[in-house]
């Protein structure tokens, strides 16, 4: 099957990779074997609780979380794939994707996308909305001297 996307949701899916790179890492802290088993044993409240602590270092609350789906492709010939069905809500978005964790590599896979109230906007504008509420979705970083202060 050809694969053709938008280049509008090719440069979503970019700008919403770059957003998540920090919790994606958090979820690699988890051993592969525990997905699987999460995944295959449908136990996806435990999914939802990572999915939950790995977003609340990088992200505001409430923005990400576990959508209740996924899966593995576990094969003798090649390293695991997780696949989460991941919810992004912030300001007027909803954005829902599929992150893709392998050993190295990671993708986001946009399957829906709203900006409630705002239906009529051009490309360009929701594009920059878009940027716009990932940037505000993330917690803002502070310097250990501003803790302490």
């Known amino acids: 099957m050809l694969d053709i996307k938008k280049r509008t949701t090719l440069v979503r899916e970019r700008l919403l990779a770059d957003a998540i790179r920090e919790f994606v890492a958090e ?42 789906s996924g899966d593995v492709r576990v094969t003798w010939a090649t390293p695991p794939i997780v696949c989460l069905a991941l919810e992004l809500q912030h300001q007027d978005l909803t954005a829902h994707f599929r992150l893709e964790l392998g050993a190295s590599t990671a993708a986001v896979d946009i399957t829906y996308v709203d900006f409630a109230g ?32």
């Open 27 to 68: 979820l690699r802290l988890v051993d592969v074997v525990d997905y699987i088993a999460y995944l295959r044993l449908e136990h996806y409240g435990n999914i939802a609780d990572i999915v939950s602590s790995s977003a609340e270092l990088t992200l505001k609350p409430n923005v990400l979380r576990f959508a209740n």
């Open 118 to 149: 705002h239906g009529d906007a051009d490309d360009a504008e929701e594009q920059r909305r878009f940027r716009s509420i990932l940037a505000d979705a993330r917690l803002e970083r502070t310097s250990p001297r501003e803790r302490h202060d």
